[in-house]
Every structure is written in C-alpha cells, then in structure tokens.
C-alpha cells in the first residue's frame, strides 16, 4: 500500500501534462474532464492510504531502493494522511463548481495548473525530506501564482506581490533547512530529529524556517498578500488558496516544529507565535467586519482563522502529555474544518459575484431571495467558523479550549471566545444584508444620495452546480462534526511519531 505514496503526487503531473495538451491543441471541452476524473482518481488513492494509515499505522517508502540521501523517501501518517483526503476531496468538489463557467476560472489553463497545485500540496504532504518539502513548496507556489494571475490585468498586481512575497519565504525556509543539514549531516525530516542536540544552531534555523513559512501561511502581521490577491483571483481560484495553499506551509511548520525540535523546542518562541496568532485572530476578525467587498470579509476571515492554527505551539510545547495531545487533535481538526468551510465560503461568494457582477455588499442587498442555497452556504459555514455545535469547527475549539485549562494557559480561552464572537458577528452582517428585502424605491433614494451608485439590475441566474458544491462542503461541516472520532483517530495514527 505504501506504493500509493508516489501514485498521490505522479498521478496530478500526469493529468496536469494531458490537460495541458488538451488545452493548448484541443479538444478544450475534454480539459475539465480529464481535470476532474484525475482529482476523483488522486481522492481515491488518498482513501487507500488513510485507510491503510489508520488501520496499520504510518507508511514509509524509499523510491529506487538507494539510501538516504540519495534515495527520495516517502512517509504519511495521520496528519500527512488526512491532508491528503482533505485535499484532493475539496479539490474535487471545487472542479465540480469551477465546471459551471469558464467565466468562473479565468480561461481553460485553470485545470492543468490546478492539477500542479495539486501535486505539489500532495508532494508536500508525504515528502519525509527537507530538500524535497522545500521543492515541492516551489512547486505549489509557482502554481498557485499562476492561478492568481488568470484572474486578469487586475491581477496581475497582486499576483507579482505574492510571488516576490512567497519567494521571499522560501528562501528563508531554505536557509533553515541548510543550517539543519550543517548541523545533523542529514536532510531526512526525522533523522534530524534524531540527530540534533538543540543549541543555538538549531534555534536559528527553526526561527528562520518558521519566518519564512509564517509569509507562506500569511500569519499577521504578514499577511498583506492574501486579500489583494483574493480579490483579483478567479471565483473558482479563491477556494483553493484559503482552504488549501496556506495550509501545506503550515503543515510543514507543524512538522518543524513537532518533529524536529522535540525536546528542545523554544518555550518562549512557541508564547510569541501563540501571541501573535491571537492578535491575528482578532484584528482580522475586526477588520472583516468592516470589509464592503464580500470577499474581502472572507479574505479576512483567513486571516484571522490562521491565528488560531498558531496556539498549537505553546499549548503542545508548553504543556504536558495530556495537554499536548489535546492541543494537537484540536488544532488539526479545526484546520481540517476551516478548509471545508472556507471552500464553501468562496464558493458561495463567487457565486453571488457573478450571479450579480460584483460582490460589494451593498448590490447584494436581498439577493437570499434570489439565490437561497449559496446563502444558506455562507450561513453554515460561517457558523462552523464561529465554532457552534454541532460543527468540526466546535469540536477543534473545543478541544483547545480543553488544552489551555489542562495546560495552565488560561489566557488564550478569551481569545477563542471573543474570537467566535466576532466571527460569529461578521458572518450575521452579512447575512442580513443578503436577507434585507428593501424595496426598489428606497434603494433608488440611495443611489441619488450617493450612497449606492448604481441598482441591481443585471443579475441573472447562474447554474445550479456552482451553488450546491458550496452546500455540500457546508453540510459537511456538520456532519464530520458529529463524526469527528473518525478523524480524531486518523489524526492520532503515527504521533508518536512526533513525540505526542
């Protein structure tokens, strides 16, 4: 089984070759076919491999049967696993969407680069080498830039930022990774471990590897990429750099972190990344708030949602055995919820914005009305966001909530509640001005006091596949919600790996 390894990252460069041809000599109507069949085939072999990991425990491969560190060596075990599923699960239900339109994906060469992503996010995932990760990291990048940028001239901008932002951080994460290979002789992620006797060294590259990587994951206050580039990007782009880009950098910064420096790993700079995170949690959930732009509020709501991965790191540094494993289950569930909700998110988004031809909040006025399943999207998922039961996103706060009574660190329990407050609050304020049923006159009142400067006349019904895809990974929230021992339990498979 472990065979599937590189079946996850050859079978997306494969179909990322044949849509490429598709797309460039035709037939293009075969391009999001081959797309979509490829992620159901790449989901299918992710099942296969969270099913051999949770019943039988981490699964390790070493390519071509040459030692390390000439050999490419392979591993996936809970987390890595589930990873995986959550990937190539939204990425298929994000191609269901992104079929609807052209329109919605900024032209045919959405698909091959989508299936780049997808192998580069895949190759992250099982890489067990620092070398690797950080190339597979390149991989992904270039992709999801490229991505960006076929959302037009207006993107182009934000795609440059991003590009120059992201390389920045991958020169940093490279740095770390040589001070590691100067240190233990090795490249392979748990040989290091193995290896390394702590020191100032060590702190060094997990200071600047875990920099670089905060840039990638857009951490505040480094996250001035994210909304520009959301906001220019593709309807059907948007969903797969909130829910899935920003969480391979930090999938390798939990790794660095868990893995690496197990033992010896810097208490206090685990409190900052713990502080800062809360900072981010608030003040991109107060800046959502005041967004006009549905999605900018979204783009925020990132932002702020990533504070919370970051109180994995004092609460599993700083605390004990039970805490730990709480900290760590809790964090990872909700970062597996917060990519099904923020999908669904940016789904329902893009549909009103191209259902009505913008997404200024104001033209949106009473559009419920019109488009009730991507509403009722928006609402469950920014319920599960603001961490109501019976959500995933109420099982992983809850469970850090937990963690921080166990562990002593009483402070972050007001961060994750007036945290949901706030999430909570942004998602009602948009959700009555989608529910606001006005009447024509009172608008055209605005519109002359200048407060709107045009009425919505030109909406037009857009396909029913662009807004059930939303619903579904909305209702899935729910649903995992009351199923989370499954995921719990996958998640737990192969952490001791990690030293929890």
Known sequence: MANLLPVVVLLPLVGAILTSLTTHLGPRRLTPLISTVTTALVLAAGCAVAFQVGSSGPLMLVLGGWETPVAIALMSDGFSAAMLLMTAGVGLVVCVFASATPEITGGYWFWPLWLFLLAGLNAVYVSADLFNTYVALELLTVAAVALVALGGRAALLPALRYLLIAVLGSLLFLLGVALVYAETGTLATFGAAEETTGGLVLLVALGVMTLGLAIKVALFPLHSWLPPAHAGAPAAVSPLMSALVIKAAFFVLARMWINLSQGSAPTELAYVLGAVGSVAALWGAALALRQSKLKRVVAYSTVAQVGYFFLLFPLVIAGDGAASALAWEGALVFLFAHGLAKAAMFMAAGSFAHAHGTDELEQLRGAAAR???????????????????????????????????????????PVLLIGGLLTFAYTARVLRILLDTEDADDQQAKVEQGKFTTVRTDYHPIPQRMQYPALLLAVLTIVLGLRSIDLTELLQAGAAMGGL
């Open 371 to 413: 488009m009730p399943v991507a509403s009722m999207s928006m609402a469950i998922a920014g319920v599960s966001l603001a961490g109501l039961p019976p959500t995933l996103a109420f099982v992983g706060k809850w469970q850090l909530l937990h963690a921080s009574i166990e562990s002593g660190q009483w402070w972050w329990i």
